[in-house]
């Protein structure tokens, strides 16, 4: 429940920012991604096809194409005990709308990529704290997926959408590092 009206709060703070300035943080955060550690080391990212409340994450997948870096992106399986599976990315056209505003990967087992193959993930929120906890959108798509995965894990935010602290439950698991448009804000703990 307490989750629950931080995830109502978050959306809403989300969708009243100009497209405008959402560009303009866009572009910073874009900027300290591409320098920092994680992404220089990493040849596959995941990362989402950002919803419309959420930062354009368009210009980061096409940053690594450039950089010649495969990206995959997740498809949910809500009747699979909400699991994800990532699949190679390449264009547009591979694209479904699954929910609202929500775009997924085409099924392609050809295009499947294991977990163990991803070097970076960049995990979708919605609020974050400075320790790495995160409010998403409640599914635990990504708490699920996180708790086999031992690679890279940061997310992407604004400043705005850090708090001192994110409830969280003992399975929740914190990543890495979050960035934004002035810092990078790593995990004390790690």
Request: glycine share 4%; with cysteine; aromatic share 12%.
């Amino acid at each position: 429940m307490y989750k629950d009206t931080f995830r109502v709060l978050s959306k809403r703070i989300l969708k009243h920012i100009p497209k405008q300035e959402k560009k303009q943080y866009a572009e910073e955060i874009t900027t300290q991604l591409l320098l920092s550690e994680w992404w220089v080391r990493a040849e596959v990212i995941a990362i989402t096809v950002a919803r419309e409340i959420e930062l354009d994450t368009m210009p980061i997948i096409e940053k690594a194409w450039k950089q010649d870096k495969t990206v995959v992106i997740p498809k949910c399986y809500p009747d699979e005990d909400n699991t994800m599976r990532f699949y190679q990315f390449t264009n547009k056209n591979e694209l479904e709308n699954v929910f609202l505003d929500l775009y997924e990967p085409k099924e392609d087992p050809k295009k499947l990529v294991s977990s163990q193959d991803i070097d970076l993930i960049i995990v979708p929120g919605l609020l974050f704290d400075y320790q790495g906890y995160r409010i998403g959108y409640g599914g635990g798509y990504y708490d699920r997926f996180l708790t086999s995965y031992n690679q890279d894990k940061i997310s992407i935010a604004m400043e705005l959408q850090l708090v001192k602290h994110v409830p969280h439950e003992v399975f929740d698991l914190p990543v890495d590092a979050v960035i934004t448009e002035k810092n990078i804000y790593k995990n004390p703990d790690i």
